[in-house]
């Protein structure tokens, strides 16, 4: 899943933001940690890509997701509240 996501990151970053949405697309897994990683990524390709409505979806839902992530008990990082 991460090297996955890493793939999708590089190529984003190399100017090939198409790519990096069909590598996340292939992802497999639909945990709470997958959509995250997968999140980060795509909310900033869908930008580029000028799919500005999915690209606000995403990042909400996956800015939401990530500090349900790390404020879970299984978390190892801590987050402040406040």
């Known amino acids: ?12 970053f190399a100017g090939h933001p198409r790519e990096a949405i069909d ?4 992802m497999e897994g639909g945990d709470l940690r997958t959509r995250v990683v997968r999140a980060i990524v795509l909310a900033p390709a869908l ?9 606000a979806e ?3 839902t996956g800015f ?4 349900s992530l790390a404020t ?4 190892r990082i801590p987050v402040r509240t406040s």
């Open 58 to 60: 995403v990042a909400e």
């Open 23 to 26: 590598v996340l697309d292939q």
């Open 47 to 55: 930008a580029v890509v000028a799919a500005r409505w999915r690209e």
């Open 1 to 12: 899943m991460e090297l996955a996501a890493d793939d999708a990151g590089i190529r984003l």
């Open 64 to 67: 939401k997701e990530h500090l």
């Open 72 to 75: 879970s008990s299984r978390s």
